[in-house]
């Protein structure tokens, strides 16, 4: 049975002024191109929302693609009728997102005919009246194409350009933040609670609270145009001012930004009584001047992490354990995840990527190191600016200038390590970083990235101690000549050093025995 005309171009679903929504997969079994094409951030993809879950079953299969809908040149066509031809406004006078109407409804035949009624209807009294009009047919909106690639890119409100709202409101924090008050009953401002916005909106309208994405486009683009009319400098109101991804590399940036006024603390003991283990100092306005904004870590709320995150896991933490969100090391919001990320960097990833992933004794104790629970009011944890790193011992047979390693004299000469001179650059590369230095504040740390089975502080034993002449059939311990290799050759891989097998050794005379 052929679907009607209405049926089959089902899928004009979307708002004008919300993010480029690109399809997957295109629609009537087409198969798609393998050459790539680009739109441009203010083309949107008309297609089924995908929080549209309350229709039921068939709504969501599209029959024909989406709709590439250029909202920049309708902009254009339209700017003397202004932009109520096309979207409605609420009662104080901001526009509403999206397409003539001021909800999504849940009548399927309604929204079809909002599309194809209003869009097809635009065009044919735009040709009517001898102008430039639209596609009016099935075929000439729902075309089948490559999948595009997009300008558009997701718009990051960081501290600059909050700080650059900030100003421009006068420090008056209320033009933007506010909470509903249940007595009440309407949308106040109160001072020190101010959170981001997603702590309230989220994916989807529910009941008057608007999701994110159209809270931010009617509240945002409302004051641009206000502060436009009254011939104030105002931000920009359509898609490729806040979302091209070239534009948003033109914003202006302040190179100093005064830190937002909310009384977070400057450095705090991070600690939960009922997990047992020892507090860990945290310099929380040293961590700020390091992230882009505060949802770098707070990705939910501007709350201490334990109130979502328990022992043993809550609804608003969605299950995820206070140990966990501090240690998840896949995880880019957690600490250990974090550092992780920083340890991958080439100055750092020759120790962290090759040692060997054990337990160190110091391991817990170099974050959980004070003060006692029992402390009533415990001291403020030291800064990285107030620790003093031990300096790096004098040459001495526990810690040796060189080391002559022999073990492939047959073919090469012995290699002569420059045991010393390796150590006082990687010691460099320590003082030189806040975070290493905290992590390093004992240079004997450092061995262990080629000792990894000593314990900090103990003369190390020889290779030869652990790795014998061949692998170990079960164990991941490698004969002494794959280990000597793998470990200086790892390191020097990611730190981009000598890698020649001339760089260390020197070819073996005819008078070296065999």
């Known amino acids: 049975m052929t679907p009607s005309p209405r049926r089959a171009a089902l899928g004009c679903l979307g708002c004008c002024l919300i993010s480029a929504l690109l399809a997957a997969t295109w629609g009537c079994g087409g198969k798609v191109q393998d050459e790539q094409r680009t739109i441009n951030a203010a083309t949107i993809q008309l297609k089924i929302p995908d929080d549209l879950t309350r229709f039921p079953g068939e709504f969501h299969a599209l029959e024909r693609p989406p709709v590439e809908y250029d909202h920049g040149i309708h902009v254009k066509a339209l700017e003397k009728k202004g932009c109520e031809v096309c979207h409605s ?11 003539m109407r001021t909800a999504d409804g849940d009548d399927r035949s309604g929204l079809m005919e909002i599309y194809h009624d209003k869009c097809t209807g635009c065009h044919k009294e735009a040709k009517a009246g001898g102008q430039k009009g639209g596609p009016v047919t099935c075929g000439e909106c729902h075309v089948e194409r490559p999948a595009p690639a997009s300008a558009w890119r997701e718009i990051v409100y960081d501290y600059s350009l909050h700080y650059r709202h900030v100003a421009a409101a006068q420090e008056n924090c209320r033009v933007c933040h ?3 008050d249940e007595g009440l009953k309407k949308l106040v401002y109160k001072e020190k609670t101010e959170s981001a916005c997603r702590d309230c909106h989220g994916e989807r309208d529910e009941g008057k609270t608007l999701s994110l994405r159209n809270a931010s486009h009617r509240d945002c683009i409302a004051c641009h145009m206000e502060r436009a009319g009254k011939k104030q400098k105002a931000g920009p109101w359509l898609c490729d001012g806040c979302h091209d991804a070239g534009k948003q590399q033109a914003f202006e940036r302040l190179a100093s930004v005064p830190r937002l006024k909310r009384d977070q603390p400057d450095r705090i003991w ?5 997990a047992g283990s020892k507090p860990v100092a945290f310099n929380h306005e040293g961590h700020e001047a390091l992230t882009h904004s505060c949802s770098t870590c707070h990705h939910k709320t ?16 969605n299950g995820v354990i206070l140990a966990k969100a501090y240690h998840e090391a896949s995880s880019e919001r957690s600490c250990a995840g974090c550092h992780k990320t920083r340890a991958e960097e080439k100055a750092c990833s020759g120790c962290h990527d090759n040692i060997v992933k054990v ?3 110091n391991a817990c104790a170099l974050c959980h190191s004070g003060p006692r629970p029992a402390m009533a009011t415990p001291e403020l944890p030291p800064s990285v600016e107030e620790m003093e790193l031990a300096q790096l011992p004098a040459p001495s047979d526990d810690f040796p200038d060189k080391v002559i390693i022999d073990v492939l004299a047959k073919d090469y000469q012995p290699s002569e390590l420059p045991h ?15 975070l290493a230095s905290w ?7 450092l061995c262990a990235g080629c000792h990894h089975q000593s314990p900090v502080g103990t003369r190390p034993s020889p290779c030869r101690s652990c790795h014998e002449k061949a692998s170990h059939p079960t164990e991941d311990r490698p004969g002494l000549f794959p280990a000597y290799h793998r470990q200086c050759l790892g390191c020097h891989q990611k730190m ?11 070819k073996a005379s005819k008078e070296v025995p065999t």
């Open 89 to 99: 406004s609420n009662g104080d006078g901001a526009l509403i997102s999206r397409f």
């Open 178 to 180: 506010h909470v509903y």
């Open 270 to 274: 991070l600690h939960s009584p009922e």
């Open 302 to 317: 501007l709350k201490a992490c334990k109130e979502c995150h328990t022992l043993t896991g809550s609804t608003e933490g």
């Open 359 to 361: 337990p160190g004794q």
């Open 420 to 434: 010393q001179k390796i150590v006082v650059h990687l010691d460099k590369v320590v003082r030189e970083s806040k």
């Open 439 to 445: 992590f390093h504040a004992n240079p004997e740390t």
């Open 496 to 506: 981009g050093q000598v890698q020649g097998c001339t760089d260390c050794h020197k």
